[in-house]
């Protein structure tokens, strides 16, 4: 089946500078890759998304990419701020038409001021 | 619309005893998957029903059990509680149509602590 694997486990970062959560998958038929981040205490909240025939998508300072060559896909935070601090998580969707998410393991992420 | 939501949002039981947890999804949504969250094992899917059918299921023993109800809402059950059930446990939904939006919303999760 499939595996997500997510590196780093936890990065630290200056407010301002760059951070980038990086996801390996093993299922070559995934097409679905969503990233959510959950705060202390509350539930995974979606904060971007890409599908398989897509290389890029961009939210304000958020953005994804994906290799499908590579089956890798990364998460990029710009110009962090202190509330970015939270658990970052990646997801694989397998296309077999069921929703079943496969998570990676999380990233801490710690933004300080 | 209103969000996902999930009663109780709490629970404290006894191993050896049985519990129901529910899920009700975002208007719309047919589609609902349960997921359970624990520091060491992370998010580990258990399974989704969609039109009251379950359609996917995780490598979870048969002490966790689903349903589906005709208004989409859905509920978990967890027999013969042991203390490694003590998670949070998150529903999620989506669309789950032939629309392909694959995007899936959590409730706010049950906290279940088994003593």
């Known amino acids: 089946g499939e595996n997500v694997e997510q590196h780093p486990s936890t990065l630290s970062v200056q407010e301002g500078d760059s951070a980038v959560i990086k996801c390996t998958y093993s299922?070559?038929?995934?097409?679905?890759f969503p990233w959510y981040k959950q705060e202390l205490g509350k539930r995974p909240q979606l904060i971007i998304d890409i599908r398989s025939n897509v290389g890029e998508k961009k939210d304000q300072r958020i953005a994804v990419t994906l290799n499908k060559t590579a089956k890798h896909f990364s998460l990029h935070i710009t110009e962090t701020q202190p509330e970015d601090s939270a658990v970052y998580f990646c997801?694989?969707?397998?296309?077999?038409?069921?929703?079943?998410?496969?998570f990676g393991t999380g990233t801490r992420l710690l933004v300080s001021p | 619309k209103a969000g996902v939501t999930q009663t109780p949002r709490y629970l404290i039981k006894t191993r050896g005893q049985q519990v129901t947890l529910s899920c009700s999804p975002i208007?719309?949504?047919?589609?609902v998957s349960w997921y359970q969250q624990t520091p060491g094992q992370g998010l580990q899917f258990l399974f989704e029903?969609?039109?009251?059918?379950?359609?996917n299921k995780g490598n979870f023993p048969g002490r966790f059990s689903g349903r589906q109800f005709s208004n989409s809402r859905s509920e978990m059950n967890v027999s013969t509680l042991e203390l490694g059930d003590s998670a949070l446990y998150l529903c999620?939904?989506?669309?789950?149509?032939?629309?392909?939006?694959?995007?899936?919303?959590f409730g706010p999760g049950t906290r279940l602590t088994v003593t």
């Open positions: 997801a694989a969707r397998g296309d077999t038409g069921f929703q079943k998410l496969v």
């Open positions: 208007s719309g949504h047919r589609s």
């Open positions: 999620a939904t989506y669309d789950g149509g032939d629309r392909r939006i694959y995007e899936q919303y």
């Open positions: 029903y969609f039109s009251e059918t379950q359609r």
């Open positions: 299922d070559s038929a995934s097409n679905y």
